[in-house]
């Protein structure tokens, strides 16, 4: 008995200090990030490349150009079309550029195609020396 009692006084003290998620790190405050929702026939030629190619499946991907950086979410291939994305967040920290997205699928009023739809949306910033976090 004594025994058990000494091995949970030395795991005890472990499983607070280390079992809690984000030991010592704290979440920092995010900041809104400027951003433009770019049509396809803007897009960079070997960006749209990229995309066709790996539009089957989902895509969190990023492609600079210059000064400018493209944010790419896509979600793979659909049963149909009339499905929309919205951006729920663009925004950074001392570390890193979050993108958020949300795919909303058709109502069922609308008549659709019955042709599958591979829908992703293009996010442009201004480059940043980062890292990326695509939701």
């Known amino acids: 008995m004594r025994g058990i009692r000494c091995w949970l006084l030395l795991i005890l003290p472990a499983l607070l ?3 809690c998620g984000k030991a010592g790190k704290e979440e920092q405050e ?3 990030v400027d951003f433009t ?3 396809e026939r803007k897009l960079p030629e070997a960006l749209f490349q990229v ?3 790996n539009r089957e499946n989902e895509i969190r991907m ?3 150009d210059g000064e400018v ?3 790419v979410r896509g979600y793979g291939r659909q049963k149909t ?3 929309s994305i ?3 967040e663009c925004a950074e920290d001392a570390d890193a550029v979050y993108l958020g997205t949300k795919l909303a699928g058709p109502s069922e009023q609308e008549h659709l195609p019955e042709d599958p739809s591979y829908p992703y949306i293009v996010v442009m910033i201004e480059a940043r020396e980062k890292d990326v976090n695509i939701e």
Request: without cysteine; aromatic residues 16%.
């Open 69 to 71: 950086l493209y944010l």
């Open 30 to 32: 995010r900041s809104a």
């Open 86 to 88: 919205s951006v729920t």
């Open 51 to 53: 995309i066709a190619e």
């Open 37 to 39: 929702v770019v049509e």
């Open 62 to 64: 990023t492609y600079e």
């Open 81 to 83: 079309g009339g499905y």
């Open 17 to 19: 200090l280390f079992g």
